[in-house]
């Protein structure tokens, strides 16, 4: 008895250590690529030929935002094996696994009363399955461009994991002339360059705009009253507010802060430059910094508890991070050079900066620490980085130098790729990103 | 028999009643998908609240504060330095939309039917990513992601069933093989893999790893994907799943498994370079995908 | 005829001492006025020049600010505005600042030295208005300057 027993023992001692040997294969794969993935936007169908040309646009804008972000690479519709007719029709995966098209995105627009429905479905290509489910966004005709950046924000978010950042403005200033007689003025475009429009008549210097949350304000520096004070205009009727009316004093660099209530901003007196918090509503002040150095260019955490600033009491300009009220200021740039116009990611993970060292302009980001410090770009002159709602992807002027020089907008990945300069009517300076719209 | 045999095996034999008892029941591994990273935009509550409607352009305020956008051409010997033309509609004041755009959480009226498969893939459900309310299976996670080594589940609980048996019942009774790798000692494994034979495969692999289009997060994140092959060298589709993450959040290592997943499917399709005869060493594979030595490139 | 020729050049001698009304640097399309803005800008001094990223007066700019303020005090109807500046090479908002605080160490000075505060206000413009374009270190050390633009005050 004992011997059957401890006989089948032994069996499954040896059938386990052989089976244990024969477990799964173990590998370990260290070594990948980094490209854009090919995906196919075919035309988006409709049934109204009336609008065939507009649905195909509304996918040439939902291609060209994934191409411009780098990470995707759309297949010219030549290529194409399968056409598409119709949305709810299966996908003939092997045709599109055999021009390499890892995704797929089919959409539809509907027109009708002044209004624009359009639906999509995306598919990824290998593992043969739709991704996520189908959506639709519906808006009044005019806003087709943003229905076609919803699709692209949809894809590209469910891809990658991040968020999107194509359904959104830029406001920025617009520039012309010589540099000694430069004029400028506030525009307002799409993120791509589209939909450009002037806030502001060129005559008085405008400077490093803000734009509310909602998109309805801006927030800017303006000569018009012959020295530098924070102005706020309203997009929707242009009309315009000095904040600060104080005789005799300076303030510019002015930032919302995040419930909208208030502006940060700088004002300068007898020389010396510090940090303000104004309200809104009341006109209150309240100083948040007392020294006498430069203090300037603030930005808020998301989260509206800290505050990052440029700051020249070391002798000179480094970032500084401090709570909102204030206190409890910190260093945390340590490296050789410059560094100023420190601008918080809407993700709260990094911050952008301009630094200056042995002649050359970098854009570059650091954690909200200091540490870990990367630089994306180098050039004569690059400055004031923004961040798209993403916190992925930076907007940045760029100079060139001499008689001749502009200022151009140029965009930056995160990671340093896909450096790309931003279609605007003429040179161009000081962006600043909107969130998201709804 | 010497004793200390007899004690060799009664040590041997408690440590493995005393493994399995400690194993948690599992589902299925084909089951355990992971849950899906939901669409950001289906959320309905999210999507309800309607959005105020979008500033209307007012008309032209007399002194034409937002005249004509195309500015005038900058003087020759200054710089436009435009790298594009600009969109076609660029030169007309467009009016900025009358309403919200309403993203719409309704799903399309008809999901499109599940296209033919190839007749060795397991059913479609295995590998929906979608979030289907008619899924039986709690689709949690946690489970699948705490089972360390599944594939080697099917044989122990197969031991530990027969080793039941022994001890309960005078019957011989051989382990039930219903696992592909028979537990028997003498099946044919062949000699290991090599490791020019692995290095084939982690190379074969690796240039479908394509982690170009993810979100930095999940850039970091390791996954560990466990898959069955079939002889000729092909993974079957259906039986990946995602064995472990480490290094970012649920979402994260959801997107970071989708990226492999897509590599393994990619440069598997005309089956991987695997000694046919060592087949029952290769049949089940966990492969780690560790983008360690990729970062900062 | 020697007493002619003696007269004439007795007369041509005395007429070159006649006191003009030239300065004595005799700069061109200078007005003869001393007390002309003109004249504050091109005999006077209208503005000194920083070193890169200070806003400290050196001994030429301090000499330059004397005369200054000898000026703005024999000549009480004006007031200034005093114009503080920087070169491109920083970032935009900083170089408000540093406008500023240029600005404010000549009117410091001024004051100094004599003259009303009242009389003296500061305005920065950062690097928006250079008067020179090259991006090179002549150019831009003509940018780094804080401008004493005099203009008629109430008392003039």
Known sequence: MLRVVLALVLLAIGSASVAQERGPLRIEITEGVIEPVPIAVPDFLTDDPALAARAAEIAGVVRADLAGSGLFRPIPADAFISQVTNLDSPVQYADWQAINAQGLVTGKLIGADGKYTVQFRLFDIFAETTLGEGLQFTAADTAWRRLAHKVADAVYSRITGEGGYFDSRVVFVAESGPKDARDKRLAIMDYDGANTRYLTQPGDIVLAPRISRDGGQVLYTSYATGRPRVTLIETETLATRVLDEQPGSMTFSPRFTPDGQGVLLSLSERGNTDLYRLDLAGGARTRLTEAPSIETAPSFAPDGERIVFESDRSGNQQLYVMAADGSGVERISFGPGRYGTPVWSPKGDLIAFTKQHRGRFHIGVMRPDGSEERLLTASFLDESPTWAPNGRVLMFTRETPGAAGGAQLFSVDVTGRNLRPVPTPGPASDPAWSPLQE | ?297 | MTRLAVLFLAAVALAACEPTNRAPAALPGVAGDPTSAAFFRAAVGDRVLFAVDEATLGTQARNTLEAQARWLIENGGYNAVIEGHADEQGTREYNLALGARRAAAVKEFLVARGVADGRLDTVTFGKERPIEICSEETCYERNRRAVTVIAAGAGA
């Not at chain 2, 040590?11 to 992971?34: E, F, K, N, T």
């Not at chain 2, 991987?272 to 900062?296: C, H, S, T």
């Open chain 2, 1 to 297: 028999m010497n004793v200390g045999l007899v004690i060799s095996g009664l040590g041997h034999g408690a440590l493995l009643i005393w493994a399995m008892l400690d194993l948690s029941p599992r589902p299925d591994p084909a089951m355990a998908v992971p849950e899906s990273v939901p669409v950001r935009l289906v959320a309905p509550e999210a999507l309800e609240v309607a959005a105020p409607p979008l500033p209307v352009l007012p008309p032209a305020p007399t002194e034409s504060a937002a005249p004509d956008p195309v500015a005038p051409p900058p003087p020759a010997d200054r710089v436009a330095l435009l790298p594009a033309p600009p969109p076609p509609d660029r030169a007309v004041r467009s009016d900025l939309p009358q309403e919200a755009v309403r993203p719409d959480p309704v799903p399309l009226p008809e999901a499109p039917p599940e296209p033919p498969r190839p007749a060795e893939a397991p059913p479609a459900a295995a590998e929906r990513i979608a979030p289907e309310p008619e899924e039986p299976v709690a689709t949690d996670p946690d489970t699948a992601l705490e089972a360390p080594r599944p594939g080697r589940r099917p044989e122990r609980s197969a031991i530990a069933d027969a080793l039941a048996e022994a001890l309960e019942e005078p019957v011989v009774e051989a382990p039930p093989a219903d696992v592909p790798p028979a537990p028997a000692p003498l099946s044919p494994a062949g000699p290991p893999l090599t490791g020019t034979e692995r290095d084939g495969l982690r190379v074969a692999v690796g240039r479908c790893w394509n982690f170009g289009a993810l979100s930095t997060e999940a850039a970091r994140v390791t996954v560990t994907v466990w898959m069955r092959m079939s002889s000729d060298g092909r993974p079957d589709a259906g039986s990946l799943r995602l064995a472990d993450f480490e290094g970012g959040s649920q979402a994260a290592a959801q997107q970071a498994y989708e990226v492999a997943r897509r590599a393994i499917l990619r440069c598997g399709g005309e089956g991987y370079p695997l000694p046919p005869e060592k087949y029952a060493q290769w049949q089940e594979i966990e492969m780690v995908f560790n983008p360690d030595r990729m970062r900062g490139r």
